[in-house]
């Protein structure tokens, strides 16, 4: 990052970010730098499409890229091969139950072509705090008592935006994901933020959007009168086989 000129976010919880259409195109989407990882920051940031995203040893970088990886809820992609898993299995969904050990999972899991994790500790220390405000959710999917599969992510107004997903077993993201966006689209949440492109968010589904439709969207979505608190109980208890089906 030496030699780039960014912006540096004032010391108050509150102070505004720059405008998106500022941020460099190399590395695309780089917005400003410092701050911190208040709630009040990181919810001023996602309401106006903007995430952290940064590694151990560095300030805290803030990005809002174009284009934008964009899932639509009732679009999110469920292969036949994938349906024909899940008509005879046993895992089911739920959703803030272990919203602390899915972001940890995630932290944890090698993952290809990447070395450590940007899920640092003070990372995971702002969004269990988020979630103790009713912001940050997971949902979580299980083999029996064992979690092998979850996603979790910011909620605001009706708006979800993703952070990350993992694997304990094979297609356990892709369950969560799955799970998650049906229940979105049946709540009337049209959209999940992914943030940026790779072929395996495009495989299921994801679409690049304009940074600008994609800031219309949110400026909307975020606007929308939504209950804070846990999503255990409106989530409730949910087999993975009827995913094989809707």
Known sequence: ????????????????????ETALRVPDGLLAVGGDLSPLRLLNAYRNGIFPWFSHGEPPLWWCPDPRTVFRTDRVARARRFRRSL???TWTLRADTAFE??????????????????ITDDMIAAYVELHRGGHAHSVEVYEGDALVGGIYGVAIGRMFFGESM??????GSKVALAGLARQLALWGWPLIDAQVENPHLLSLGAESWPRRDFLGAVAELV???????PWTTRFGVQPAAALAYS
Do not use: Y
């Not at 990052?1 to 405008?19: K, N, T, Y």
């Not at 050990?101 to 940007?118: F, L």
């Not at 993992?166 to 297609?171: E, I, N």
């Not at 606007?223 to 608190?229: L, S, T």
């Open 1 to 20: 990052m030496s030699g780039l000129r960014l912006p540096w976010l004032g010391a108050a919880p509150d102070a505004p970010f720059p405008p998106a």
């Open 87 to 89: 008509r005879g299995s």
């Open 166 to 171: 993992f694997s304990a077993r094979p297609d």
């Open 223 to 229: 606007r929308a009168a939504e209950p804070q608190g």
């Open 101 to 118: 050990s899915v972001v940890r999972t995630c932290a944890a899991i090698p993952r290809r072509g990447q070395a450590g994790t940007w």
